[in-house]
T-cell receptor, first 113, second 112 residues
Framework: GQQLNQSPQSMFIQEGEDVSMNCTSS?????WLWYKQDPGEGPVLLIA?????ELTSNGRLTAQFGITRKDSFLNISASIPSDVGIYFC?????????????FGKGTKLSVKP | DAGVTQSPTHLIKTRGQQVTLRCSPI?????VSWYQQVLGQGPQFIFQ???????GRGNFPDRFSARQFPNYSSELNVNALLLGDSALYLC???????????FGSGTRLTVV
């Protein structure tokens, strides 16, 4: 099935570092979403973006909806240990009470040894 | 407030068997979607239901079927299980089938 191109696949973080990840698609979306998934749990919504060019923050998290509507990025500032997990981007075209999500393959954040 | 609840949390089935997974949406949510997440991948869309009608279907074989009940709960059925059906099956609910999806913790299916 279709999956978005998400990078990097994995990264190690040290407490206090800033983190960046991005997601690209060959298709246009009218909504971009960022989720975090912890082991044994379902994805939890972090940020939703509804307009091309939109820049939205949620605490230490900032995400942007690309102007071309084919990409999005997520930044985490001043990372802390609980930021560890897998982050997924998802694109959606919503209309008529339907709108399935197309997910990326995920970016796994781990603590630097 | 109860979130999206899924049952069972884990189960093991043998190839060729059939399985039914259940999902109860957040109270007031009228849409339920099902996703399959294979280890190391992002979730893949299987079905979406809104007001008991199918509103979308992903690229899955006819062995996969689902339905939504009058109380908006939903079941996902998979027949003739294959080893490749082993995955985490996620249910997500939303008020109107558009944005605002909330995911459950999933059912971990292992086919042996």
């Amino acid at each position: 099935g279709q999956q978005l191109n998400q990078s990097p696949q994995s990264m190690f973080i040290q407490e206090g570092e800033d983190v960046s990840m991005n997601c690209t698609s060959s298709s246009i979306f009218n909504t971009w979403l960022w989720y975090k998934q912890d082991p044994g749990e379902g994805p939890v919504l972090l940020i939703a973006l509804y307009k091309a060019g939109e820049l939205t923050s949620n605490g230490r998290l900032t995400a942007q909806f690309g102007i071309t509507r084919k990409d999005s990025f997520l930044n985490i500032s001043a990372s802390i240990p609980s930021d560890v997990g897998i982050y997924f981007c998802a694109g959606q075209n919503y209309g008529g009470s339907q709108g399935n999500l197309i997910f990326g393959k995920g970016t796994k954040l781990s603590v630097k040894p | 407030d109860a979130g999206v609840t899924q049952s069972p949390t884990h189960l093991i089935k043998t190839r060729g068997q059939q399985v039914t997974l259940r999902c109860s949406p957040i109270s007031g949510h009228k849409s339920v979607s099902w996703y399959q997440q294979v280890l190391g991948q992002g979730p893949q869309f299987i079905f979406q239901y809104y007001e008991k009608e199918e509103r979308g279907r992903g690229n899955f074989p006819d062995r996969f079927s689902a339905r939504q009940f009058p109380n908006y709960s939903s079941e996902l059925n998979v027949n003739a299980l294959l080893l490749g059906d082993s995955a985490l099956y996620l249910c997500a609910s939303s008020f109107n089938g558009g944005n605002g999806y909330t995911f459950g913790s999933g059912t971990r299916l292992t086919v042996v």
